[in-house]
């Protein structure tokens, strides 16, 4: 699906971005011992991994299905993005809390010839995550539409592209927060300012991973097609042979399966073979409408008039 291979594109953007900016920010921590720059150092970390669970997610998503998982393992994907949430909360967020809490007990300054060396490499960091962020943003505008940002995280049904937006949109505050932690320190030499800088960060990716688990764990459940391909499945099901539809249930089996189950409304004078013939035609229009439906099944029946009380 073209989307999809946007979403490995942005993984792979986000990956190579962190994987640099972890390594940099790790030797800025350890030539000036700045608790802001630990906590970004193990936040690039653990967003690095994340990249890695997902790029993983996708890959084993992409299993056939078998006698024990009929309907594939498209879900998969959902699974490694909530336990994303998990790291970046953990890893990321808690981290980050505990280091701020160590340095506002021990608020010592940043000294010594390497001063200069958080700022560069943060100046640096926010223009390798500027450009992962512009790749996240360019990708899902293919699939945005006239969506805003919110709606958008909020429905999209493949996890990677969400992910990874938050990820750097979350990435590029805490440099922010980063910066001034470090400069306010360097100005005053009070090491207080770097344990808020730190705190700051913690907190927003505490905040990022609830949206990320509370997102995910409701594709998890299983959430049903858009409104839009709902109603275009529910128009494709009426045609010859099939009157009307009397109700209709649909559910993501994975981003880019559909499985739909309907009862629908047939001519009570036709025959066993006109029915099964109007079946075939309704999943062919159903199938040609909203493509990524996959897995079809049609109940046959009789609109009932209701009864009038006596």
Do not use: C
Request: hydrophobic fraction near 50%.
């Amino acid at each position: 699906m073209a989307h999809e291979g946007g979403g490995t594109r942005a993984i792979l953007a986000a990956l190579a971005a962190n994987l640099g900016i972890a390594a940099t920010k790790f030797v800025a921590y350890l030539l000036t011992l700045s608790s802001s720059m630990l906590a970004e150092a193990v936040h690039s970390l653990a967003d690095s991994g994340n990249q890695l669970l997902l790029l993983l997610g996708g890959k084993r998503a992409r299993r056939e299905a078998d006698v024990d998982h009929p309907f594939g393992y498209g879900r998969e994907r959902y699974v490694y993005s909530f336990i994303v949430s998990i790291v970046l909360f953990s890893l990321g967020g808690l981290f980050a809390l505990y280091e701020a809490w160590h340095k506002w007990q021990d608020p010592h300054p940043i000294e010594g010839r390497w001063w200069w060396v958080p700022l560069a490499v943060l100046g640096a960091s926010m223009v390798l995550e500027g450009f992962s962020f512009r790749t996240a943003i360019k990708e899902s505008n293919h699939t945005r539409g006239d969506q805003s940002w919110v709606s958008f995280v909020r429905t999209a049904k493949a996890p990677e592209l969400p992910v990874v937006l938050l990820e750097d949109f979350g990435a590029l505050i805490g440099l922010v927060l980063a910066f001034f932690g470090v400069g306010l320190t360097l100005v005053t030499g009070n090491g207080k300012f770097d344990a808020l800088g730190t705190a700051g960060i913690g907190v927003l990716l505490v905040l990022i991973a609830i949206v990320l688990a509370l997102e995910t764990k409701s594709l998890l459940l299983g959430e049903s097609a858009t409104a839009k391909d709902v109603e275009a499945i529910s128009t494709a099901l009426v045609g010859p042979g099939v009157t009307s539809v009397i109700h209709l249930r649909t559910l993501h089996l994975g981003p880019e399966e559909l499985l739909v189950a309907a009862k629908i409304e047939v001519d009570g004078a036709t025959s066993a073979a006109d029915v099964a013939a109007a079946i075939d035609a309704a999943e062919l229009r159903v199938r040609a409408a909203v493509p990524i439906a996959r897995v079809i099944y049609l109940e046959p029946d009789l609109r009932r008039a209701v009864e009038s009380p006596a």
